[in-house]
């Protein structure tokens, strides 16, 4: 994280939005946008991502603006919490790091018929089972190993290739985004090295701020939408947050390497080497989006396999099958991606790479992206916060469409540097103070714990408290975590 704190312009233009004028840095071709309450904007200026905005209003084809979520905090080039829509018909650039290293790192939500009562007393043997049952840190492989041949099919064909092996079943396919399917994806466009490096990592969870927590509804704030979504008070869910693990790393890392010369060969200026990109409809372009969309593919196909590991565990430590014990998905959605999709702009409908880089896609009720099942409610929107705090289920609203893009955003939202959070934890049982708050957590390291502890993030509330308010999606219902496995 960056050390120094940001003291450029936000101009507070209504409707939690802070502009950054295009007079702020040579070469913005468009503002920046910063969605925030008061609250949130001081830890905002406590790092450079607010610069980075900036950056990125100077990329060829960008449009309306350069934008970032409430959970905004520094990353690679792009802030975290950043989207940007470029228009290829104007020289639009794609660019890997407005993606991130783990393409498709997205969160799978689950329902269950469990509820609290039935599941207070067994908390510690569950988690315990998912710990033990479900690989997680650095490097981990899992019990699921593809060859070269058959971990192409995988990216090619999306979780179909694994359910038809039995790992799931076809209705998961339709509470995917996309059905778990980017088209365009090309396997063969992918290095060895990233293949290799993904044969043996589907279906583990991987180290860093990736989780599978057991949680518990604690609020409903639409009881209507709720329903639609089969969620009520004191039901248990499990939430997944994982994305395409070594593959997806190895993809963005292939393509950074070829994009490095780019912009002197198109003849533009970038004012931070790590925002590299290229032309979308060049050839660096299309080769990357190829790679990128099958490393998005093998993201959907991971959280489908740890997924199944989590069904199998519950019916272990139940003594029923998954599907007795209600074990449906409600929906699972990339918050690191680029899609080419329709939107109004200055009046006019167009196609635009949106990039989302720690963002969610929330698109608003009789979307005809929305799966059937909620098109009369709007898009599940599923924000993960901290391990000590809440997690919510939010829905897609028009608002989205108007302002960012149809989008809202991802989490909570660093609010310490990994580093930081490692020194507060010297000499604290971070898991203690955790079942100290009725939540069990087990980890492969002690570091994984320091690193995520709650007071690493933002209040997570006060994230959603921005976007309801700015009318970037809605709130419907609040978890809190009973018990988290973590790398």
């Known amino acids: 994280m960056a050390k120094e704190g940001y003291t450029g312009p936000l101009e507070n233009i209504g409707c939690c939005c802070h502009r950054i004028p295009k007079s702020y840095k040579p070469g913005m071709r468009v503002p920046g946008h910063i969605y925030a309450t008061d609250k949130l904007l001081e830890s905002i200026r406590k790092d450079q991502a607010a610069d980075q905005v900036a950056n990125v209003a100077t990329l060829p084809g960008i449009q309306v603006a350069s934008i970032a979520m409430p959970d905004i905090h520094w990353g690679y080039g792009f802030c975290i919490g950043g989207v940007c829509a470029t228009d290829p018909d104007e020289g639009g650039v794609i660019s890997p790091g407005g993606v991130g290293y783990d393409i498709n790192c997205g969160v799978r939500l689950v329902k269950t018929n469990l509820f609290l009562d039935d599941v207070k007393h067994h908390i510690k043997e569950l988690v315990k089972a998912l710990f033990y049952t479900i690989p997680s840190g650095a490097g981990r492989t899992g019990k699921y190993k593809f060859d070269t041949t058959e971990t192409r099919r995988l990216m090619g064909e999306g979780p179909k290739f694994v359910i038809a092996r039995g790992l799931g079943v076809a209705r998961d396919l339709d509470h995917t985004e996309a059905n778990g399917l980017i088209d365009g994806g090309d396997p063969h466009q992918v290095s060895d090295h990233a293949v290799k490096r993904g044969a043996e990592q589907c279906g583990t969870l991987g180290s860093g701020n990736h989780f599978l927590e057991v949680q518990v509804v604690d609020s409903v704030f639409d009881a209507e939408v709720a329903k639609a979504f089969g969620l009520e008070l004191n039901q248990i869910c499990v939430m997944i947050h994982s994305g395409s693990r070594g593959l997806g790393y190895q993809v963005c890392d ?49 959280r489908q396999l740890l997924m199944h590991q989590a069904r199998e565990v519950f019916a272990q430590v139940f003594g029923r099958s998954w599907d007795d014990l209600g074990m449906e998905q409600l929906y699972d959605v990339a918050h690191n991606i680029a899609k080419f999709e329709e939107h109004t702009v200055e009046g006019k ?19 005809p992206e929305v799966p059937e099942a909620f098109r009369a409610v709007g898009q599940p929107v599923i924000i993960p916060g901290d391990m000590g705090r809440a997690s919510w289920v939010l829905v897609g609203s028009q608002g989205a469409m108007e302002k960012t893009f149809g989008t809202t955003c991802h989490g909570a939202g660093r609010a310490m540097s990994r580093t930081a959070a490692l020194k507060d934890g010297v000499g604290r049982k971070i898991e203690r103070e955790l079942e100290h708050k009725g939540v069990i957590a087990m980890a492969s390291s002690r570091n994984g714990l320091a690193e995520e502890q709650p007071k690493a993030y933002k209040n997570v509330d006060d994230v959603v408290e921005a976007v309801h308010e700015a009318d970037l999606s809605r709130r419907v219902a609040r978890m809190r975590p009973l018990g988290v496995i973590k790398g």
């Open 254 to 302: 292939d393509a950074l390497a070829t994009f490095r010369n780019c912009p002197q060969k198109y003849g533009f200026e970038l004012p931070d080497r790590q925002l590299a990109c290229a032309p979308a409809d060049s050839p660096e372009g299309r080769k990357y989006i190829a790679q990128m969309r099958a490393a998005a593919n093998y993201g959907f196909c991971n």
């Open 349 to 367: 409908k167009k196609k635009v790479w949106v990039h989302r880089k720690g963002a969610t896609r929330a698109f608003p009720a009789g979307h």
